[in-house]
C-alpha cells in the first residue's frame, strides 16, 4: 500500500466545473504539499500547508491532520488548468509522492 | 530571472553508456535534489544534497552517481549498472533541506536504447 492515495486518477469536467482531488496519507507528517505538472512535465507547487486551508485564486487546499485527508479544489474551472496534480507529503526529511490526478477541463 | 535549468530536455543513449545530466539553479538554494519519475508512479528520490560537497542516497540510489562540487550545481550520472534508465529524470532546489517549498526543473527525458 502506498503512503499516499490520490483520488481520481483521472477527472474530465466542463469549463466552469467545481473540481476536488482527494488525497490520503497514513504516515505521520509535518507538511503537506500540492503540485502542478504541465503536459511539457515541468512542475510547479501550487500550496505548502501543515494545517486548515490555503487559498490562492481560484485554487483551494484543505488539510485535516487528524483523518490525514487534504483536498484540493478549483473553483470556475478552466482548460488551462488541465494538468496531473500532485499530493507530496514530508515524513521525516524526505518527501512522498502521490501518483496524481490527471485533469482534463473541455470548453 | 532566477530558476532551475536541466538540460538536454530529451537524451538518447545506448545501453551500456554512462550519461551525465545537468541542473543548475540561481536561487542561491542550499538543498538539490534528484527525482526520477515513471508512468504510474509517483517521483522517486535517487540524491539529495543540503549543502556543497555532502550529498546522501535517495530510495534508488543504486546505478546513479552524484556531484555537488558547486552551490548552484548538481549533475547526476546515469551509470551502465542501473538496470532501467529509461525515465523522466528531475531536478529541484529548497532554500534549506528541511519543510521548504521545492522548485522543480522543467526534467530530462532519457531514452535508453
Known amino acids: 500500500k502506498n503512503e499516499v492515495e490520490q483520488s481520481p486518477q483521472n477527472l474530465t469536467a466542463q469549463e466552469g466545473e467545481f473540481i476536488t482531488i482527494n488525497c490520503s496519507y497514513s504516515?505521520?507528517?509535518?507538511?503537506l504539499h500540492w503540485l502542478q505538472q504541465h503536459p511539457g512535465g515541468g512542475i510547479v507547487s501550487l500550496f505548502m500547508?501543515?494545517?486548515g486551508k490555503k487559498k490562492h485564486g481560484r485554487l483551494i487546499a484543505t488539510i485535516n491532520i487528524q483523518e490525514k485527508h487534504s483536498s484540493l479544489h478549483i473553483t470556475a474551472s478552466h482548460p488551462r488548468d488541465s494538468a496531473v496534480y500532485i499530493c507530496?507529503?514530508?515524513?521525516?526529511?524526505?518527501?512522498?509522492f502521490g501518483t496524481g490526478t490527471r485533469l482534463q477541463v473541455f470548453p | 530571472d532566477g530558476g532551475i535549468t536541466q538540460s538536454p530536455k530529451y537524451l538518447f543513449r545506448k545501453e551500456g553508456q554512462n550519461v551525465t545530466l545537468s541542473c543548475e539553479q540561481n536561487l542561491n538554494h542550499d538543498a538539490m535534489y534528484w527525482y526520477r519519475q515513471d508512468p504510474g508512479q509517483g517521483l522517486r528520490l535517487i540524491y539529495y544534497?543540503?549543502?556543497?560537497?555532502?550529498?546522501q542516497k535517495g530510495d534508488i540510489a543504486e546505478g546513479y552517481s552524484v556531484s555537488r562540487e558547486k552551490k548552484e550545481s548538481f549533475p547526476l550520472t546515469v551509470t551502465s549498472a542501473q538496470k532501467n534508465p529509461t525515465a523522466f529524470y528531475l531536478c529541484a532546489s529548497s532554500i534549506t533541506g528541511n519543510t521548504d517549498t521545492q522548485y522543480f526543473g522543467p526534467g530530462t527525458r532519457l531514452t535508453v536504447l
Open positions: 544534497s543540503q549543502i556543497v560537497n555532502d550529498f
Open positions: 507530496a507529503v514530508r515524513w521525516a526529511d524526505k518527501l512522498i
Open positions: 504516515v505521520g507528517i509535518s507538511a
Open positions: 500547508l501543515s494545517s
